[in-house]
């Protein structure tokens, strides 16, 4: 009674005010305008393209967004513990392929060799049976296909291993070195197929070409690692190797032509204020200093101010910088009701007049 009592005369609080939008510890929200994710789309474009396609721990869709842009061929099956996480990525990210509701730490419901490629995103340390998971992730893919494992962390991003907030797994079970992966990896993968690794880098880098390294380099790469994350590819006996370049580069060279200013928006790491033919991005405080869970250590980081031109939405190669800056993100339909953070607005008369602005930045 007495507390009740204090409760009743305490004075009212005041809720902070809303945020202008996401913040990096947003993180359903963030990962589809996080550097990473950019890095990811493009270390993607290096691999064959797969006929049948396996999304583990599919999330809200951050994969099947890439997918759905690049407009492959291929069959879709998405998986994921959490019912609504599957209804969220089918409305928004919909690939027209399966969705299947699965605990992954047990046995997955497919025979052998039944994807070209399978791919995890962020989703291995948190997984109670690591091992089984990435055997049975290998175990589906055929002996002509590619098991991709992106982003595996540890305590190094700043996670707690033990949080008793998460309502459904409170302790993380990651190796206490990422170093102690691999070893795991390769006896997964057994002796016929090759274990490769690859250490998150600016998303530029991945222009250059495939970057996974194998064999007695893993160490070299190890050793020399430069961020808190890395990523493993496994890679089948009938693998036929890394994307050819259109353009005549080195071997799984990303084509970016699947890059369209109409799946396009201005990243939130910067308020917007959409002037004629310009988004003027300006950055927000958040993205200052970037949490390593949402930037690899290698992105130079958000510039306080930049332009987005949208007399050149139509060329190639701007809106690769674009992306490779993070200055723009790959996004969902329905992604925003702002039409001032879009490329290109449903009905682009509507971008005459005063200008549309978002947040504190800078207007007209």
Known sequence: VANALRRRQAPAQVPPPPSVGPTAADF?????????????ALQFGALPEAQRMLSLCCGHGVFENLLQARQ???????????????????????????????DVQFPFPFRDATFDGVLSSTCLPEIPAQRSFVAEAIRVTTDQGWTSFDSIWNAEVGDQRINPHRFYRFCQ??????????????????????????????????????RWSFGHEIADV??????????VLVVGPDFPGFAASAGGGAPGTPDTAWLRAADLAASW???????????????????????????????PGYR?????????????????????????SLV????????????????????????AHTGPGPTA
């Open 304 to 328: 306080a101010e930049a332009t987005i031109d949208l007399t050149r939405l139509d060329d190639a190669a701007y809106l690769t910088d674009l992306f490779t800056a993070a200055a723009v």
């Open 72 to 102: 492959g061929s291929g069959e879709v099956v998405s998986i994921d513990g959490q019912f609504l996480n599957l209804l969220i990525t089918r409305r928004y990210a919909d690939h027209g392929g399966t969705y299947i509701c699965h």
């Open 28 to 40: 359903y929200q963030a990962r589809f305008f996080s550097p990473r994710v950019n890095a990811l």
């Open 173 to 210: 079970n990651y190796f206490a070195s990422l170093d102690d992966y691999v070893p795991m990896f390769e006896s997964c993968a057994g002796p016929r197929r090759r274990v490769g690794v690859d250490i998150p880098d600016d998303p530029a880098a991945y222009l250059g070409g495939a």
């Open 222 to 231: 190890l050793a020399g690692r430069a961020d808190e994350e890395m990523s």
């Open 269 to 299: 790491a910067y308020d917007v204020s959409r002037q004629d033919d310009r988004i003027v991005l300006v950055r927000r405080p958040e993205f200052e200093v970037l949490h390593p869970q949402f930037a690899q250590r290698r992105f």
């Open 332 to 355: 969902p339909r329905d992604y925003t009701a702002d039409p001032a953070r879009l490329l290109r607005t449903p009905n682009p008369g509507a971008t005459a007049g005063a200008p």
